[in-house]
């Protein structure tokens, strides 16, 4: 790791070198942003919409976007071609975090600072041949994080102790719901299927809209699987014939158990169903048709 090249404020240098300072509002406070933008083949996938999100979040926080789409763009082209050169990994993750920036430690946000702009690559993890072919484990829990989900903060402390709770159970995710009702899961967007329909929780303050919400929603177009965001009890969840999660590197991937209790039923209980077989086809069509 110290021998690869990041981006910070304008340099690019190895991370041994990248230094941040600890009056930083981000280090103090947790106060910023971050995005993570998949990559394949050195293509970035759904740029446009991770671009998009980026600023909604900045937007929220009241932090300007510190640069344009195709500086961001250039960025990007740039650390993923060094990473593929050092790591001969083709498929990658670009990690970019925009905290507030450096300022005496004080709550009120103050006015005129700059951006502290940070960002790497690194090799994808994919889900393993093993999770693709068996569905995967999930635990579930009260969603006890902050009520701003909808901002993707460097904030984590909640979802990170939410994915704790799954890790010590030998899950790969935690599902949450909040007063009875499935909000998502600790770094993943959750759907169920009910009779051959995908669902998925309504867009709130309480859901990061992930991207792949409106990849769902076109791939379910493209493959005529009925489409709907709509509130989802818990009991829907625990009754559903197909429950998935959805993320940068899970991409689509089906949950068949649940608090060790297996999902769906008949013959396919327990086991990844069609419903996840035709996405997950579209998903990787995708990204041979939605990457630059």
Not at 67 to 73: C, V
Not at 228 to 252: G, H, M, Q
Not at 262 to 281: C, D, F, N, S, T
Request: glycine share 8%; proline share 6%.
């Amino acid at each position: 790791m110290n021998d690869a090249l990041v981006y910070l404020n304008g340099e690019v240098l190895p991370l041994s070198q990248a230094k941040v300072s600890v009056l930083d509002r981000g280090f103090i406070f947790g106060d910023g942003i971050y995005e993570v933008v998949p990559v394949y083949g050195r293509r970035l996938f759904r740029f446009d919409e991770h671009m998009a999100r980026l600023a909604r979040s900045l937007s929220k926080l009241r932090i300007p976007n510190p640069a344009s789409r195709d500086e961001w763009l250039a960025r990007c082209r740039t650390l993923v071609a060094a990473a593929a050169e050092a790591t001969a990994a083709e498929d990658q993750l670009v990690y970019i975090q925009v905290t507030r920036g450096v300022a005496p430690r004080d709550h009120v946000m103050p006015p005129g600072l700059t951006p502290t702009v940070f960002m790497m690559a690194n090799p994808m993890k994919p889900a393993t041949a093993e999770q693709r072919h068996h569905g995967v484990a999930c635990t579930t829990a009260r969603d006890f994080r902050w009520e701003r989900g909808d901002i993707k903060s460097i904030s984590l402390l909640g979802n990170v102790l939410a994915r704790q709770m799954s890790a010590d159970h030998g899950a790969v995710e935690t599902i949450m719901f909040r007063d009875g009702w499935l909000t998502e899961a600790a770094a993943s967007n959750v759907w169920i299927v009910h009779e051959g329909a995908l669902l998925g929780p309504p867009k709130s303050e309480h859901v990061l809209e992930g991207i792949r919400v409106d990849l769902l929603r076109e791939l379910c177009e493209e493959c005529g699987i009925a489409y709907n965001l709509r509130p989802i009890p818990e009991a829907d969840v625990r009754a559903a014939d197909e429950v998935l999660l959805s993320s940068a590197t899970k991409e689509v991937l089906a949950v068949t158990k649940i608090d060790g209790e297996p999902v769906g039923h008949g013959a396919l209980r327990g086991k990844p169903g069609p419903v996840y077989a035709r996405l997950y086809e579209a998903y990787q069509q995708a990204k041979r048709t939605m990457s630059i």
